[in-house]
């Protein structure tokens, strides 16, 4: 059993930054994503990051803006996310998947509770 804590999302003008943090309960190698939802929209994929963290991947709506990384040590996976807009306002998920599934990973076996994130324009 795996859970997920995000913390960081608020509320940031257009052209900002804001970095969220996904911490995880125990020391489990899982590849983890962030992925986002807007109001009346599916569920997006943004980036995710393998357990090494030596293979990330990126949607290209995010690509060259947001960067993800991890800390293994302290359980814990960053989105650092830079020239923010307001098409990026979402509830934003972190989740695992196993280490060894595909890639990008398609099938997440945990999710975390979602930390908000409004651009203002």
């Known amino acids: 059993q795996v859970q997920l804590v995000e913390s960081g999302g608020g509320l940031v003008q257009a052209g900002g930054s804001l970095r969220l943090s996904c911490t995880a309960s125990?020391?489990?190698?899982?590849?983890t994503a962030w992925l986002r939802q807007s109001p009346g929209k599916e569920r997006d994929f943004g980036a995710a990051?393998?357990?090494?963290?030596?293979?990330?991947y990126y949607a290209d709506s995010v690509k060259g803006r947001f960067t993800i990384s991890r800390d293994n040590d302290k359980n814990a996976v960053y989105l650092q996310m830079n020239r923010l807009r307001p098409e990026d306002t979402a509830v934003y998920y972190c989740?695992?998947?196993?280490?060894?599934?595909?890639?990008?990973?398609?099938?997440?076996?945990?999710w975390g509770q979602g930390t908000q994130v409004t651009v203002s324009s």
């Open positions: 125990g020391r489990t190698p899982y590849t």
């Open positions: 990051i393998s357990w090494s963290g030596g293979r990330t």
């Open positions: 989740a695992a998947a196993p280490p060894n599934g595909n890639w990008p990973p398609l099938d997440f076996g945990y």
